[in-house]
């Protein structure tokens, strides 16, 4: 096959696509024509060139679906033809956590882009192991967005949101409007959500979000307060990544109350905690990391209709447009959701 081009960032704000040959094939690794691929929060970090863990140059773009068009010899689990969504996942299936089934705490867990694999590219080689099939009523474009979903999968289920209660979702990002609807579909009533950016809190009402709060125009622990009877809500979610949110999240909650933190912090050395709140209202915070078995029920949700990924594609771009794509995700003019690139 020949040289093919896959996007990098080279430097902050710098999108450039460098040549690339097809990787060797393992025997239990299937090749895929990629098909779409989604813009991640994780890469708007990489792409100001402030994401802690990956420094430039580095590979991005870990939200992908494609066709199989070629599979190894030993592969069993699919086929060509298939259409399917990528865990971007490398681990490395010997160490105490991947034994456990903990997989996403592998001890030498990497992901697929930090491996130098992108998936703003036009072919990708996964693991038969970590693709997962997308029924015929999936597009490719909701399929490149199972990996987000099973990041807000995997938060709800670690905050063991209930039925009935109540959460407080605080950012209205990809993965903010994904949690509206998963811990909707788990069972929960009262679900407010809380941005700087009304597009987002509008499209958030629009997907069973139950109040929204404009951030910049009230204060959101005050009127969650006001709505829950002084009492708080049971869950709250942390989507952003800044300080003030955080602390809005533990002083929302009700006394026992869980927070769930996804948010990737920039300068996680200048967070500041009011942590007497832990013990006075015996609250919990739980980091949540990436996806462990949650793909599975992501796509599960997809298929019984439970979660809808088409009203948050706002902006398809083709790839060769993606630096433009950076360029609009970061106008707060452009009202962007989620944008994915079709390849
Ligand atoms: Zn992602
Ligand atoms: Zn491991």
Not at 16 to 29: A, C, I, Q, S, Y
Not at 35 to 42: E, F, L, R, T, V
Not at 47 to 75: N, T, W
């Amino acid at each position: 096959m020949e040289d093919y081009p896959m996007a990098m960032v080279t430097a902050p704000g710098k999108v450039e696509f460098v040549k690339r040959t097809l990787p060797p094939m393992g025997n239990h690794d299937v090749l895929l024509r990629v098909k779409a691929a989604s813009i991640c929060g994780g890469d708007i970090h990489i792409y100001k060139g402030k994401h802690p863990l990956a420094p430039l140059p580095m590979a991005i773009g870990h939200e992908i679906s494609g066709e199989i068009i070629q599979v190894g010899s030993a592969v069993t689990k699919a086929g060509v033809g298939d259409r399917v969504a990528v865990e971007p996942v490398i681990t490395c299936r010997a160490c105490p956590f991947c034994l456990r089934g903990e997989y996403h705490l592998c001890e030498s867990i990497r992901y697929q882009y930090g491996a130098g694999q992108g998936g703003f590219t036009p072919y990708f080689v996964a693991s038969e192991n970590w693709v997962h099939r997308l029924p015929d009523s999936v597009s490719f474009e909701e399929g490149a967005l199972l990996e987000p979903l099973a990041v807000a999968v995997h938060a709800a289920r670690k905050a063991e949101v209930g039925l009935g209660h109540s959460a407080a979702i605080f950012g209205a990002g990809g993965i903010g409007l994904f949690l509206v609807q998963v811990v909707r579909a788990a069972g929960c009533g009262s679900i407010f959500i809380s941005d700087l950016l009304e597009h987002r809190l509008e499209t958030a009402l629009k997907l069973g979000a139950t109040v929204a709060i404009h951030a910049a125009k009230e204060d959101p622990v005050r009127r969650i307060w006001e709505e829950t009877d002084n009492l708080g809500v049971d869950r709250s979610f942390e989507a952003v990544g800044v300080e003030k949110t955080l602390h809005q999240c533990a002083q929302c909650l009700k006394k026992a109350g869980v927070c769930a933190l996804i948010g990737l912090f920039e300068d996680p050395h200048q967070v500041h905690f009011p942590v007497n709140l832990l013990v006075q209202k015996e609250i919990q915070l739980r980091g949540c990391r990436g996806y462990c078995w949650d793909f599975q029920i992501a796509l599960e949700l997809i298929k019984k209709g439970a979660v809808r990924l088409r009203p948050l594609i706002s902006h398809p771009f083709p790839l060769a447009d993606l630096p433009r794509a950076f360029e609009t995700l970061l106008d707060p003019k452009s009202q962007t959701d989620k944008v994915v690139i079709r390849v």
